[in-house]
């Protein structure tokens, strides 16, 4: 096994620059590269073989679903520095190595610790022809697994393995955006009904407000949400023996906070992606969101064939494709990264004629003066012309499918069911037609489910007829376990009688018709530009939440799940008070938000907008092995005071189940644009589109059949 090559340089590490975020999150960031560089400096040194030089330093084994998240703490040159020689991905192969420490991390899930220990195994099966003794040690991330343990006991090497956990929860993908990067979150919260999940959220908002300050008002709504806020007290209240703040249910709207609060997060905004289904079901059109849709955006970076660039075959070395950084490090991606695909192509033509027109200075540069300042706008000029070429090469690619006239019916179709809130006979034609085209099953799956969701269940003779053409054109194996899931979930299922959308889409405006004009990179009017007139119901129900309109009040009662509004109180001097512990989640729920479970529809809601002065933080301790909070105060001042005056309050808003780029373009705009003025900041447990939503929820069954002479 071939290690994995050094990452890029340092200006290409993928690391977002974090100097207009709402928070301090450069602070957090610091914060978590400090603690992997301890764990690894805690790691013994490589032992001393008689009659061999002992290897430089250790074999890092990395799961690879944390090789990106985990560069985006540390660059590759820091684990160097720190004792790591060789870095590798965990693979089911065997493990070729000289290094005698052997350093894993990895997820906490039963076929990573098979794979450790196959590894392991042969290791040591190894030794016995002169290889030299080796010393294994395993982190879990984000926590340890008495289940995992289990594995590696049953399979005996246990004992030989020294194992720790890095309690590394969040990563910072941008300036307004954090993420669990927990890929499955959705399938396992709402379909297996597995809440580990839920404990690393409620880790990362603890270590959150220990970091910046209690929220003075947290909201949630959904089951899931109300567990995370549980267990994010029980959490707060374990590290803190004399508690500096206090939950207790508001019995107001809670639209301000309490006085003599110092938190930079005004206010905690949590739901679940089971409460609005609708949103990730539908086609982004959003630049980025067309990007992650087509070829997929990971921490940061999308990997592309070299023809899509214009580049040779042989240009992406022996993994045949090539890496390309997509966050704020690019000046051009973050203008460009929040556009209705419609209005891409004109913009990026103007900025091509004013690349053209800056090479074109050069013919007027007679001085010494005049060249030199051209040389100083020359190196500018270059890399917006490389990013430039890029993008109009990632839009050539994204025009190619945009142009289909399947595209374009599929939106046609999904335009009049959000409309319309029913499944109509040319709704049902487009899907049959799409199924006899070859459409990918993911996609065509998003499309019947969204005309379930938003109608209520289809009919029963609909229902059948198209698992039937679906049955029949992907397969008895791809579909016999899928049905029964997206039942479950109240993703696809027979009519339940009057739908709900319409209400909701009349009470919180989430159809508009007629959207008004623009110029041409001037601000969109309104935040349905995302979705070409469907403004995402997870933002409109969190912007509405904000105050307690009633038309929040009307439709938190048609979606599913309970909803709470908590007050996190302090003294007005800003000293610890010691009120009776906070009282369950189920209790005494804010009358105006008491609600009871109905139909299967959106609601969640977070990112922010990207240049605001960072808040004071709160002080605190954290251990440098385990990441635990050991102590917390919160930072007084008058220049905090003065800063929090200045800057516009900030909500960290929680999307449980995972995200769209869409919904976060969303949530950008309206930090721009909309009252009450807020900072969004997203925390999310990932970030996907409605395709690989499906994808983790088409369960492939074996035909036992087919071993039948």
Known sequence: MAPIPPGPAPKSTGMPRLEGSALDLGAFRAHSRTELLAVLDSIPPPSAVRGRAPSSGHALVLDPSLSGPLGLVAEVKEFKEHGIDKIYHLLPDPLATDCTSIVYFIRPQLHLAEQVASQIRALEKSRGRGEPQRTYTLFFVPRRSMLCEK???????????????????????????????????????????????????????????????????????????????????????????????AASYSSGSGAGGPAGSHSAISELILIDRDVDLVTPLCTELTYEGLIHTLFGISHGYVDLEPHMLGLDKNAGGGNKLVKRELNNNDPLYAQIRNLNFGELGPLLNRLARDVSSGYEERHQAQTVSQIRDYMKKLNKLQQEHKSLATHVALAEQIQQVTREEAFHKRLECEQEALGSGACSAEAEAVVEDLAA?????????????????????????????????????????????????????????????????????????????????????????????????????????????????????????????????????????????????????????????????TSANPAAAGASAASAAPAAAAAASVSPTDGSVTSLGATDGAAGAAGAAAAAPVALVCFVGGCTFAEIASLRWLGRNATPAREYVVLTTHIFSGDTMMEGLVAACENGLEKLD
């Not at 005996?156 to 194992?163: E, H, M, P, S």
């Not at 996190?568 to 009776?580: A, C, D, F, K, V």
């Open 437 to 597: 085209s070859s459409e990918s099953l993911p996609s065509l799956l998003r499309l019947i489910c969204l005309l379930s969701v938003l109608s209520n269940g289809l009919k029963p003779k609909t229902l059948a007829h198209l698992q039937a053409e679906l049955t029949h054109a992907y397969g008895f194996d791809r579909l016999a376990l899928t049905w029964p899931a997206l039942a479950r979930l109240g993703l696809l299922k027979r009519n339940e009688g009057r739908s709900s959308w319409p209400t909701l889409k009349k009470a919180l405006r989430l159809v508009v018709d007629n959207m008004p004009e623009h110029d041409l990179g001037e601000e969109p009017p309104d935040l349905a530009y995302v979705y070409a007139g469907y403004a995402p119901l997870s933002v409109r129900l969190m912007h509405a939440m904000l105050t307690m309109t009633p038309a929040a009040e009307e439709a938190l009662k048609l979606l599913p799940g309970p909803s709470f509004a908590i007050t996190q109180r302090r003294e007005p001097n800003g000293s610890p008070r010691h009120p009776p512990p906070a009282a369950p989640l189920s209790c005494t729920l804010h009358p105006a938000l008491s609600s009871a479970p």
């Open 151 to 245: 594995v590696l006991e049953d399979e005996g090497v246990y004992g030989l393995i020294t194992v720790r956990e890095f309690a590394q929860q969040l990563f910072v993908l941008e300036d307004d955006v954090l993420s669990l990067e927990e890929p499955h979150s959705f399938r396992e919260c709402f379909l297996h009904q597995d809440r580990s999940v839920l404990h690393s959220l409620a880790a990362a908002l603890s270590r959150l407000q220990a970091l910046y300050g209690r929220s003075p008002i947290v909201r949630g709504k959904g089951e899931c949400s109300q567990l995370v806020v549980r267990m994010m007290q029980q959490m707060t209240s374990a590290v803190d023996p004399e508690p500096a703040a």
